[in-house]
């Protein structure tokens, strides 16, 4: 049996994604790029909202309901426009206190446009209670 999703519940899929599967310390997520995404007239889609679908998909593996993202480091590797459908697969890959290791890779059919390595924290109450 699958885990259910426990955090990230108000998301808008429209903004990050739609959660396609979850695993233990796994998570799948997709988007379809929308002409609201285009940075111009050729629908050249701002990376911002592929790293959002990473950043969302790695939150979802770790399934903790009070997981931030810490920090980033990622490559944008190839474009994506309007009407791509990007699909984001996140992997718990270290763990050690609070602290979680996520590899990430977007694709756009077998093109690889995303890859990163995300540090997240999964907290003992709500980041803003602190």
Do not use: W
Request: hydrophobic share 50%; charged share 20%; glycine share 8%.
């Amino acid at each position: 049996m699958h885990p259910q999703q426990r955090t990230h519940l108000a998301i808008r899929p429209e903004l990050v994604g739609i959660v396609t599967a979850i695993g233990d310390g796994e998570a799948t997520a997709t988007l379809v790029a929308t002409p609201e995404m285009a940075a111009d007239e050729r629908g050249l889609v701002h990376g911002g909202f592929t790293f959002g679908l990473a950043d969302y998909a790695a939150m979802v593996a770790v399934n903790d309901p009070y997981v931030v993202l810490g920090a980033a480091s990622c490559k944008l590797l190839a474009p994506v426009v309007v009407g791509d459908t990007m699909v984001a697969t996140a992997r718990v890959t270290g763990e050690k206190g609070k602290k979680r290791v996520v590899a990430v890779t977007v694709t756009v059919a077998e093109r690889v446009v995303f890859e990163a390595e995300l540090t997240a924290f999964a907290l003992e109450r709500h980041v803003l209670d602190a």
